[in-house]
């Protein structure tokens, strides 16, 4: 039942976001977790202005893949939102928080599969360089408290 209840918020979030805000920005990036070794992924980012105008809020859609060691498949699902600090054009730090669902599958020798799926909090904290063309390079640090238990350092380019 928690389940249900963590991935329909996150599913009416997500349709939230995107209704508020037409125009998304889309990023690739790289990820090392602490528990979950290298991993890839992707994020939207949608800005929350329309809610709330004087605030400079984005949320953030990412979907990492992991390549944890052993037979294990692992990938999370995070929904956040952060608030930019206003410091200057070219350089965007932010904070945030949100929710996070990790989803861990294991083979077993014998044959047969063992998965878990639980959800957790983030607490983020990440900057953004501002670039001429089109992608601009960022860095996050994320906290996962519950879910993925882990801390994950993450690096891409968001257009």
Do not use: C
Request: glycine residues 16%; hydrophobic residues 45%; proline residues 4%.
């Amino acid at each position: 039942m928690r389940r249900k209840i963590v991935f329909g918020t996150l599913a009416a979030a997500l349709v939230l976001a995107a209704n508020l805000q037409a125009q998304a920005r889309f990023g690739v990036q790289a990820n090392f977790g602490t528990d979950t070794d290298f991993g890839i992924g992707g994020r939207a980012i949608f800005g929350l202005q329309s809610l709330f105008p004087a605030t400079p809020l984005d949320g953030h859609v990412t979907f990492d893949w992991f390549f944890p060691e052993g037979d294990a498949t692992y990938w999370e699902l995070n929904g956040n939102v952060a608030y930019r600090f206003p410091v200057q054009r070219n350089l965007g730090p932010y904070v945030g928080g949100g929710l996070n669902i990790a989803h861990i599958s294991v083979d077993l020798p014998l044959g047969g599969t063992v998965s878990d799926t639980d959800a957790g909090l983030n607490v983020l904290g990440g900057i953004s360089f501002g670039a001429r063309g089109r992608a601009a390079p960022f860095v996050e640090l994320r906290g996962e408290l519950g879910g993925g238990e882990q801390l994950v350092i993450t690096g891409g380019l968001r257009f």
